[in-house]
């Protein structure tokens, strides 16, 4: 006997199933009657409707609830490694900004010690240059002064050369007078002579 076989219905995720029970539950039993007081909703009985989804889920094969209760288990996972996640990124954010601020401190102190270096560097340029300029004064106050000197005892030694001269003169007069009056004139006779004759 042929006959057509019906195409079967592609399973649905156990996940799927329960959230769509869920919705029916939702649309059936947790809304609201037409009629306050009357447990009615599009004629049907709540309580029944209830039963019939909790009968549902019971009948469902272990594999379905286990596949949900671990498609559960993997969300609460995920949105704990989201929320670890989360956190990690608000600590290193934390972590980063702390040494980001770390580094600008540093590098503002390292800039300082670095003008106050240069101050430094630039007052002894300055030190050094004014202490030049001192040498410079010192050195040409003491050429100048030596030269004084110079001239002042090239005059002492020639004005004792020449009181030297004066004297030494004197005395050459003198001895040329002394030899003078020493030396007997030729046309007198000596004393000795006259004593010979007689």
Known sequence: M?????PATPALPAMDILRLLDQLNDLTVNRPSNIPGIP????????????????IRATLPNEVREAASTLRESDR????????????IDTAGRDAAHIIEEAHQEAKLI?????LQQQQLIGESELL?????QCEEIRNAANRDATAVRRDAEK????????????VSKVMGAIERGKAEMTPPESAPSPERERVGR
């Open 156 to 167: 002492y030694a020639v004005d004792v050369l020449s009181q030297l001269e004066t004297v």
């Open 111 to 115: 800039i300082e010690q670095a003008k």
């Open 77 to 88: 996972i995920l949105e704990a490694a989201r929320q670890d996640a989360q956190v990690q």
């Open 129 to 133: 240059k004014l202490t030049k300029a």
């Open 40 to 55: 009615l909703y599009w004629g049907l009985d709540k309580d029944e409707i209830s039963m019939l989804i909790t009968k």
């Open 2 to 6: 042929s006959g057509t076989v019906a």
